[in-house]
């Protein structure tokens, strides 16, 4: 099972708020945030909140979860 | 931030020209000594007075070469991309830095043989040409930084940055470069320690040199991050990384360190013997620093 996110449709959303930005609003690096985007970084959950919180999201609606026979689709 | 920016730019210009100016000076010097020297005449109070000022030279170029490894950083940090003239000036820097070993090697030997009633003909000519390589490398640190103000000029809208990564990658970049080096060097002790037992002496101010533009980057990064607790030195993901290359680098470097402790297990003062500590910090610093970097780009 593995996390998936929609934290670039999220960041489109957002008047197109660059990865730096979002870094910058909760704390972490740009690669971080570039990493959490492309599923090969796992955020803790304390980081999860943060990022939902900053969208105004709660964190199902910025996070889900993937089963490992389920095809990445939707997101992609 | 602006103000590390200029400040560490300025003073690398600075010390980058003041060097410029002190090579011209040791040209001038290396005649006046070299001529003396062939004649074997005796040396006056102002000869020597001359020879202060060329190995006082050195300690202005490893100066300007420190002040220039941070203004390299600060200028990666400010701009957040590497550009050639970057980089270049960055390594050869380095590579300058660790020249200074010939420099002071050299003017020793020329010291001692003309004590002896020898010229050291061939130390002169490698001083000539290690002045030569280091003007050159001064111009590229020069070029670098006009290059960075002007640059300066061009981004004044950049986005600000909270928590940074471009500096710690960069003391793992040189850490890995500077690893490398530092094994060439150990491997090089190695070897003239059978031929040249004498020589094997000065290996010690090389390895202090290699590790110099590590040392000071490695400062600088924890400079920038005192103001921070140590508990946010960190992001998550960089936690991960460095965590994981720490336990790699463990893995790797015990079985090593054991292959150099079986190596000097029957002969303790045979080739090897204190050269496991070089080995051992020059071969961590590689493996750490490469695994960070291979763990914070792969994820």
């Not at chain 1, 709660?58 to 095809?71: A, G, K, N, P």
């Not at chain 2, 602006?2 to 011209?24: D, M, Q």
């Not at chain 2, 020297?37 to 050195?58: C, K, S």
């Amino acid at each position: 099972m593995r996390l998936g996110n929609h934290l670039r449709r999220c960041r489109f959303e957002h008047n197109e708020i660059s990865q730096q930005a979002l870094a910058n609003a909760v704390g972490v690096t740009r690669l971080t945030i570039h990493s959490i985007e492309k599923g090969k970084f796992v955020p803790s959950a304390l980081l999860a909140f943060k990022l939902a919180r900053f969208f105004g999201k709660s964190v199902e609606d910025v996070f889900y979860l993937i089963d490992d026979d389920q095809e990445i689709s939707g997101e992609l | 931030m602006k103000r590390a920016f200029s400040i560490t730019n300025g003073l690398a210009l600075f010390f980058a020209l003041v060097s410029i100016g002190w090579l011209i000076f040791d040209f001038f010097a290396f005649g006046i000594l070299r001529s003396k020297m062939r004649r074997l005449e005796i040396l006056t109070p102002a000869d020597a007075t001359l020879a202060n000022f060329v190995w006082l030279g050195l300690v202005v170029f490893l100066l300007s070469h420190i002040v220039a490894f941070i203004a390299i950083a600060a200028q990666f940090q400010k701009f957040r991309k590497a550009s050639v003239l970057r980089v270049l000036a960055l390594l050869l820097s380095i590579v300058s830095c660790v020249m200074i070993l010939g420099d002071f090697a050299c003017i020793s030997d020329i010291g001692n043989d003309y004590e002896k009633g020898a010229v050291a003909e061939l130390e002169f000519r490698v001083l000539y040409r290690i002045a030569e390589i280091r003007g050159i490398i001064f111009f590229a640190i020069i070029a670098n930084l006009i290059e960075a103000f002007l640059q300066r000029r061009k981004t004044r809208t950049d986005e600000n940055v909270i928590k940074d990564e471009v500096v710690l990658t960069l003391v793992h970049s040189v850490g890995v470069f500077c690893g490398i080096a530092g094994l060439v060097f150990a491997n090089a002790a190695f070897v003239i320690k059978i031929a040249h037992p004498l020589l094997y002496f000065t290996f010690p101010f090389l390895f202090a040199l290699t590790l110099i533009p590590y040392a000071f980057l490695a400062g600088y990064w924890i400079f920038l991050k005192l103001k921070e607790k140590s508990a946010d030195w960190y992001d998550e993901k960089q936690f991960q990384d460095i965590s994981k290359a720490g336990l790699l680098s463990m893995l790797v470097t015990v079985p090593f360190l054991a292959m150099i402790y079986i190596a000097n297990y029957n002969a303790p003062k045979g080739p090897i013997d204190i050269l496991w500590f070089p080995y051992y910090l020059y071969f961590v610093m590689l493996v750490f620093s490469s695994a960070s970097l291979y763990f914070s780009w792969r994820d």
